[in-house]
């Protein structure tokens, strides 16, 4: 079932830093390394996963998926620099998908040798994302719930949740002993954190272990959501 991302601990603290900090440039580093942004950034910063805990380099190495689905053209091939770590490690693209009114997208890959299939969110990439990221209204799941869940990040989960959803039927079907695992950058991290209370909260695909990992998220929801 769900899982929390790990927690890391203060002797972690450095390491971690460093992560943040290589991070958080990469939808620009994305753009310009697929060919669709002119400006030069500078060069690619690697996450030194050499130097990390065992936990702090799985979570680590989810960032790579989370930089991928800003990639334009060579998603689908997963020939970017960052897309590198992932096929090293046995994944295989499985499906694009976005929705081109609301301009979300999300990827889904499937590694047999690890079972495991990884749902990634792009993140803010747009004006129109912008808005999303600042609808600061709180949506009422359920109307006797207390849950509340920011109504811009449930409304690009939605726009895509359905294609997702017959997505990852699928693939477990074939591959009921695969985790799931869903990432995400900014408003990515956001999506993925509402698509995975989603998924608990709805009871889908019971059997089937679920880990979040997110860089960058924003707040989500109200403390019920927390706490649920």
Known sequence: MFQQCPTFSA???SCLLEQLDAFLGLPGMAALLDGTLGTNLGPLVTPPTSKLPTDAKLNSFYMYFAGAAYCERTLPTLTCPWCGNITSRGYTFHALISNPIENTRAFI???????EIVLSFRGTDNVFNAVT???GALF?????SPIRIHVGFKTAVDSIYPKIISNLTSLLSSNPDFKVVVTGHSLGGAMASVFAFRLKYRNLFKQTKVELY?????RVGNKALQTT
Do not use: F, M, R, V
């Open 11 to 13: 002797s972690n603290a």
């Open 109 to 115: 890959a499937i590694s047999k040798p690890q079972k």
């Open 133 to 135: 990221d600042l609808a």
């Open 140 to 144: 009422e799941d359920g109307k006797s």
């Open 214 to 218: 997110t860089y960058g998220c924003p």
